[in-house]
């Protein structure tokens, strides 16, 4: 027998609030990149997107993009922080946008750590991958993103040590890591957050 979604009627002594069916349902299916965050928090950006002031949330913080969008920029953009905070760690391979990562599957799902055996020999390739997703995106995130990445190269697992460099480089690494995940939310649910012109702005 197929199951149906049923809805607990015994304590609607009120008329069902719809928004808080809306509620539910975005947050059932939809804030795929907040779960991780405090039901209260979710909630609030819930509220946000049902009353349309995502966009402005995010733009009034963020109002410009970067122009940081093809592999070579990116890759002085990567190689500056690299050399600024941790000079001594694994250089760099290749450091480029990818638009095979899906950051939907993976929570982030930005690193591609190749560490490939060659000829008998483990050969470490320290190669960052970024989602194309973010070739049009605030500089702050991508540099959250990066700032990840980088990371890696020192710390492989997400533990204590991880976000703490991760701080290091980006003292307020742990807000981005929020505004960027409702960056996403918002591409997934709402579409582009910058117009054209925003675009080719300079
Ligand atoms: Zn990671």
Redesign the pocket.
């Known amino acids: 027998m197929q199951r149906s979604l049923r809805i607990n009627t015994s304590k609607a002594q009120v008329t069902p609030s719809l928004g808080l069916f809306i509620n539910t349902v975005i947050n059932m299916t939809s804030l795929t990149y907040l779960k991780q965050y405090p039901l209260e928090l979710q909630n609030q950006v819930t509220q946000l997107i049902e009353s349309d002031r995502l966009s402005d949330h995010i733009r009034k913080q963020y109002p410009t993009l970067h122009q940081y969008n093809n592999d070579k920029t990116l890759r002085e953009f990567a190689l500056t922080l690299k050399n600024q905070y941790l000079k001594k760690s694994a250089p760099l391979s290749k450091v480029i946008y990818d638009n095979k990562i899906h950051v939907v599957n993976n929570a982030?799902g930005l690193?591609s750590y190749a560490s490939r055996v060659q000829g008998g020999k483990l050969k470490s390739k320290n190669e960052i991958r970024i989602s194309s997703v973010f070739k049009e995106s605030p500089e702050a995130f991508l540099r959250m993103i990066v700032v990840?990445e980088l990371a890696?190269l020192k710390e492989k697992e997400?533990n204590k040590a991880f976000y703490k460099l991760c701080c290091h480089m980006l003292p307020n690494y742990h807000q981005l890591e929020f505004d960027m995940r409702l960056y996403l939310t918002h591409l997934e649910l709402l579409g582009p957050v910058y117009s054209l012109t925003e675009k080719k702005a300079p």
Do not use: E, F, M, S
Request: proline share 0%; charged share 0%; glycine share 0%.
């Open positions: 982030l690193h990840h890696h997400h």
